[in-house]
């Protein structure tokens, strides 16, 4: 019985390494408050500080959690308290990647590099539209109905519509813990594509409708805001390439 019980686990080890030599290291944790877990399928494993992050990871922080992220690219993703974010990379050309995100609730903040001819930028996707941002510091935010905002702090960023009709059948803030990552999935755009500039934001409800507006004053009053202000300020020099 003992026998059989140390080949299962050298099995279990064994099985837990081939996955991750198999799986792509796009990021690393650099901040970790709380609970954080990321999970594949039905696996699920707690995130602690400098944690290796997969391509095809689910990270999901508690109701204490937060989590900093930094990608090879130089590139850094915050997650907020209650939220959920999909991760993944792949290359858009034979020696061009691209790291691509989606917000399933919650919020985070993103501070994406400047392309490089390795790396193409940040495409991060919500529910309702697809961010296509280079060089840029912005917000994302979504609401249990899905409702997104998309708010900018420096540079621009290039937001277009998703069609409600191609979301996944069903599924809400509730349900979406029961989804299993997989191939990436075609999505078909809507017909409307906004850019929205330094000190702007967008709102897209789940009808489809959108409005930029400027920057309301109360935003500097966010705490969500002000925090990641203050550790954007404490980023070292080779952070910011």
């Known amino acids: 019985m003992k026998q059989r019980i140390c080949v299962l686990v050298v099995l279990f080890a064994f099985a837990m390494a081939s996955f991750a030599n198999a799986a792509e290291i796009i990021a690393q944790a650099t901040l970790v408050k709380g609970k954080v877990t990321a999970a594949t399928g039905k696996k699920t494993r707690a995130v602690k500080l400098k944690a290796n992050i997969f391509s095809g990871d689910k990270i999901t922080t508690g109701p204490d959690g937060k989590i900093e992220l930094k990608f090879k690219d130089h590139s850094i993703i915050r997650l907020a308290a209650n939220s959920t974010l999909i991760l993944s990379g792949g290359k858009i050309e034979e020696n061009r990647s691209q790291i691509r995100t989606e917000l399933i609730r919650g919020k985070n903040w993103i501070r994406a590099a400047e392309p490089t001819d390795q790396w193409a930028g940040i495409a991060a996707r919500t529910p309702l539209a697809v ?90 009053q966010d705490s969500w805001v002000t925090w990641n202000q203050q550790q954007d300020a404490k980023l070292e020099p080779d952070d910011e390439e």
């Open 131 to 220: 961010a296509s941002v280079k060089g840029t510091t912005y917000r994302q935010d979504v609401a249990a109905d899905t409702t997104t905002k998309v708010v900018v702090y420096q540079g621009e960023v290039e937001v277009e519509g998703i069609q409600a009709a191609v979301n996944r059948p069903g599924e809400t803030a509730k349900e979406e813990a029961a989804y299993e990552i997989g191939e990436p999935e075609e999505v078909s755009m809507g017909e409307w594509l906004e850019i929205v500039r330094e000190l702007q934001q967008i709102t897209i409800t789940p009808d489809g409708g959108h409005a930029v507006a400027d920057i309301p004053l109360s935003d500097s």
